[in-house]
C-alpha cells in the first residue's frame, strides 16, 4: 500500500479523531487510490490502482465511500455532540451537577444529568465511553446532548412520554365510578358488577384485574359489608328524626308551662341485649377422610340485660331479666323511674314491639321517644 505525501498527511490528520485506527487505514487507501484512479472513481478502481483488487477482504473496503461529502459529512463533522471527541459547552458548574442530580427521584433523570456532570468534569471525552460507562446506546446520548444544546437543562429534564397503550377506562368512565362508590344507597357487591355496569353503561368490556387495579388503587375504594337496614324504612321519619333537638327543647317548654317548678331534662339511650354461654363448633384438624367428633354443651342459658346510658356524663343503670317481653319492660320502667325521679328523663329506644305494648303504663317523668326504623 502506497504512503500519502507528508504535506498531504498534516491536512488530512485533523480528521484521524473521527475514526478507529482500522477504519482510519481504509480511508488512506480509499483517498490515495482517489488521486491516484484515472476515470471513474469507484470503490473498485481504487483499490485496484491500490493493488487491493485480489485481498481477501476487498469487499470490507465498500463499508467506506469514495465521496468525500459522505465521508466527512455534518453527521460527524457539522455536529460537534455526535463526532468522537465532545464538544460541548456545559454552562452549570460541577457542583451544581452534583446537587441536581442528587435530587432527582426518576432514574431517567439521574442518567441525563449524570452524563453533563461526567463532561463537565472531563471524565469521559468521548460519546463512546459514555455510552460505554452508562450502558445506554451513542443515539440516545446523542438524542440528551442535543436536547441540551436546544432547550437547556429545563428541556433536558422534561419526561416526555407518550408511549403505552392506553387505558380503557376514560376519565369520565373513573368519575362516575367514583360518583356510585361514594353513593351509600347504592355501591357495588363484587368487581364483577362493575364489570357488567361498565359494560351496560359505556360498552366496554373491562377485565377484572383492569377494574380491580382502578377501585382498589386508584379510587382507593373496597368492599365493605353493608349496613342492615330495614325494608320498611320510613325516609320522612328519618328526616324527622334528625330534627332531635327541636323536639327535646319543646318537651322542656311543655313541662315548664304545666308546672311552676320544671325538673332538669336528662337525656338517655335504652337497649336491650342477650347473654349466655353456648358450645362454639369450630374446625378440626384431622386425617384424610376423618369426620372429627367434638363435645358439644347442648343446654343454653342465657339472660337478658336491659340497659339505659346517658351519652352526656355517661351515667348508666341496668337491670337483669330471664325474658324479653313487655311485663320485663314495665319493671324496668318502672325501677328507672324510682332510680332518677327528680328529672324529667328522654329515653331514646327502638321500634321493638313490646316498647309499644298497649298494657304499658308510662311514669310520668319518663317520655319515650322512638327512633324511625
Same mark, same amino acid.
Given at each position: 500500500? $502506497?504512503?500519502?505525501?507528508? +504535506?498531504?498527511?498534516?491536512?488530512?490528520?485533523?480528521?484521524?479523531?473521527?475514526?478507529?485506527?482500522?477504519?482510519?487505514?481504509?480511508?488512506?487507501?480509499?483517498?490515495?487510490?482517489?488521486?491516484?484512479? *484515472?476515470?471513474?472513481?469507484?470503490?473498485?478502481?481504487?483499490?485496484?490502482?491500490?493493488?487491493?483488487?485480489?485481498?481477501?477482504?476487498?469487499?470490507?473496503?465498500?463499508?467506506?465511500?469514495?465521496?468525500?461529502?459522505?465521508?466527512?459529512?455534518?453527521?460527524?463533522?457539522? +455536529?460537534?455532540?455526535?463526532?468522537?471527541? /465532545?464538544?460541548?459547552?456545559? %454552562?452549570?458548574?460541577?457542583?451544581?451537577?452534583?446537587?441536581?442530580? =442528587?435530587?432527582?427521584?426518576?432514574?431517567?433523570?439521574?442518567?441525563?444529568?449524570?452524563?453533563?456532570?461526567?463532561?463537565?468534569?472531563?471524565?469521559?471525552?468521548?460519546?463512546?465511553? /459514555?455510552?460505554?460507562?452508562?450502558?445506554?446506546?451513542?443515539?440516545?446520548?446523542?438524542?440528551?446532548?442535543?436536547?441540551?444544546?436546544?432547550?437547556?437543562?429545563?428541556?433536558?429534564?422534561?419526561?416526555?412520554?407518550? $408511549?403505552?397503550?392506553?387505558?380503557?377506562?376514560?376519565?369520565?368512565?373513573?368519575?362516575?365510578? %367514583?360518583?356510585?362508590?361514594?353513593?351509600?344507597?347504592?355501591?357495588?357487591?363484587?368487581? $364483577?358488577?362493575?364489570?357488567?355496569?361498565?359494560?351496560?353503561?359505556?360498552?366496554?368490556? #373491562?377485565?377484572?384485574?383492569?377494574?380491580?387495579?382502578?377501585?382498589?388503587?386508584?379510587?382507593?375504594?373496597?368492599?365493605?359489608?353493608?349496613? *342492615?337496614?330495614?325494608?320498611?324504612?320510613?325516609?320522612?321519619?328519618?328526616?324527622?328524626?334528625?330534627?332531635?333537638?327541636?323536639?327535646?327543647?319543646?318537651?322542656?317548654?311543655?313541662? %315548664?308551662?304545666?308546672? =311552676?317548678?320544671?325538673?332538669?331534662?336528662?337525656?338517655?339511650?335504652?337497649?336491650?341485649?342477650?347473654?349466655?354461654?353456648?358450645?362454639?363448633?369450630?374446625?378440626?384438624?384431622?386425617?384424610?377422610?376423618?369426620? *372429627?367428633?367434638?363435645?358439644?354443651?347442648?343446654?343454653?342459658?342465657?339472660?337478658?340485660?336491659? $340497659?339505659?346510658?346517658?351519652?352526656?356524663?355517661?351515667?348508666?343503670?341496668?337491670?337483669?331479666?330471664?325474658?324479653? =317481653?313487655?311485663?320485663?319492660?314495665?319493671?324496668? /320502667? +318502672?325501677?328507672?323511674?324510682?332510680?332518677?325521679?327528680?328529672?324529667?328523663?328522654? #329515653?331514646?329506644?327502638?321500634?321493638?314491639?313490646?316498647?309499644?305494648?298497649?298494657?304499658?303504663?308510662?311514669?310520668? =317523668?319518663?317520655?319515650?321517644?322512638?327512633?324511625?326504623?
Amino acid at each position: 500500500m $502506497g504512503v500519502l505525501p507528508v +504535506d498531504l498527511m498534516g491536512i488530512i490528520e485533523v480528521f484521524a479523531p473521527l475514526f478507529t485506527k482500522r477504519v482510519w487505514r481504509h480511508v488512506l487507501v480509499l483517498l490515495g487510490g482517489a488521486i491516484l484512479a *484515472p476515470g471513474k472513481r469507484t470503490v473498485t478502481a481504487v483499490l485496484r490502482v491500490m493493488g487491493l483488487g485480489r485481498e481477501r477482504c476487498f469487499h470490507k473496503h465498500y463499508h467506506l465511500r469514495v465521496d468525500y461529502v459522505t465521508i466527512f459529512s455534518k453527521y460527524h463533522l457539522g +455536529d460537534p455532540v455526535m463526532s468522537r471527541l /465532545l464538544h460541548i459547552e456545559i %454552562q452549570e458548574s460541577a457542583e451544581e451537577l452534583k446537587r441536581i442530580m =442528587n435530587e432527582q427521584i426518576r432514574a431517567k433523570f439521574r442518567e441525563r444529568i449524570q452524563i453533563l456532570y461526567w463532561i463537565k468534569t472531563e471524565l469521559f471525552n468521548s460519546l463512546q465511553e /459514555l455510552a460505554d460507562h452508562l450502558g445506554r446506546s451513542k443515539s440516545v446520548i446523542f438524542k440528551w446532548l442535543k436536547e441540551y444544546r436546544t432547550h437547556g437543562l429545563t428541556g433536558l429534564l422534561q419526561w416526555n412520554y407518550y $408511549g403505552g397503550r392506553r387505558s380503557k377506562i376514560s376519565e369520565a368512565m373513573v368519575a362516575a365510578l %367514583q360518583i356510585r362508590l361514594n353513593d351509600s344507597t347504592q355501591g357495588f357487591h363484587r368487581y $364483577g358488577e362493575i364489570q357488567q355496569w361498565l359494560l351496560q353503561e359505556y360498552e366496554v368490556d #373491562i377485565p377484572d384485574a383492569t377494574v380491580h387495579q382502578v377501585v382498589h388503587y386508584r379510587l382507593k375504594a373496597k368492599l365493605r359489608v353493608a349496613r *342492615p337496614t330495614s325494608i320498611h324504612r320510613d325516609e320522612e321519619a328519618v328526616v324527622s328524626f334528625k330534627k332531635l333537638s327541636r323536639q327535646v327543647e319543646l318537651i322542656d317548654v311543655l313541662q %315548664q308551662a304545666e308546672k =311552676n317548678t320544671a325538673r332538669p331534662l336528662r337525656y338517655w339511650s335504652q337497649d336491650e341485649s342477650r347473654f349466655g354461654l353456648k358450645t362454639i363448633t369450630r374446625r378440626i384438624l384431622t386425617g384424610f377422610g376423618i369426620k *372429627p367428633v367434638g363435645s358439644v354443651q347442648w343446654n343454653f342459658q342465657s339472660f337478658y340485660l336491659y $340497659g339505659a346510658v346517658e351519652p352526656l356524663s355517661g351515667e348508666n343503670f341496668f337491670l337483669e331479666f330471664s325474658h324479653l =317481653n313487655a311485663d320485663c319492660f314495665q319493671l324496668f /320502667l +318502672d325501677e328507672f323511674s324510682r332510680a332518677y325521679p327528680h328529672s324529667l328523663n328522654v #329515653i331514646q329506644l327502638d321500634n321493638g314491639r313490646f316498647h309499644s305494648a298497649k298494657n304499658l303504663a308510662i311514669p310520668d =317523668n319518663i317520655v319515650l321517644l322512638f327512633q324511625p326504623p
